[in-house]
């Protein structure tokens, strides 16, 4: 499956962004969607995941409260709605594909899911 990531931009501290990632080439139910993000000089770290149905999500406690990840398996498109930005939220974010996983399971893949789309920058000003 060929993912394309999108939405990211330049916003102030406490606004809010939805990046989305498309997918094509293959049956965009039959996997588990993640996002993660990698800031300057820091690993790559998890997001959020969610399932193949959309109907369980999984999130890094950084993120907890304040992102959602959401599917529409009819467009064949995952959402990362971001409120409450803050200045440690800058980084690139991919989203990535596992087939038939569970999300908390993506949460331990960072490096290890089987499609990775190009990132998005995302830089929240202070």
């Known amino acids: 499956v060929q993912l394309q990531a999108s939405g990211g931009g330049l916003v102030q501290a406490g606004g809010s962004l939805r990046l989305s990632c498309a997918a094509s080439g293959r049956t965009f139910s039959n996997y588990a969607m993640g996002w993660f993000r990698q800031g300057p000089g820091k690993e790559r770290e998890f997001v959020g995941a969610?399932?193949?149905?959309?109907?369980?999500?999984y999130y890094a406690d950084s993120v907890k409260g304040r992102f959602t990840i959401s599917r529409d398996n009819a467009k064949n498109t995952v959402y990362l709605q971001m409120n409450s930005l803050k200045p440690e939220d800058t980084a690139v974010y991919y989203c990535?594909?596992?087939?038939?996983?569970?999300?908390?399971?993506?949460?331990?893949?960072?490096?290890?899911?089987?499609?990775w789309g190009k990132g998005t920058q995302v830089t929240v000003s202070s």
């Open positions: 990535a594909a596992e087939g038939r996983v569970a999300p908390e399971v993506v949460s331990r893949m960072r490096y290890g899911m089987d499609h």
């Open positions: 969610i399932s193949m149905s959309g109907g369980r999500t």
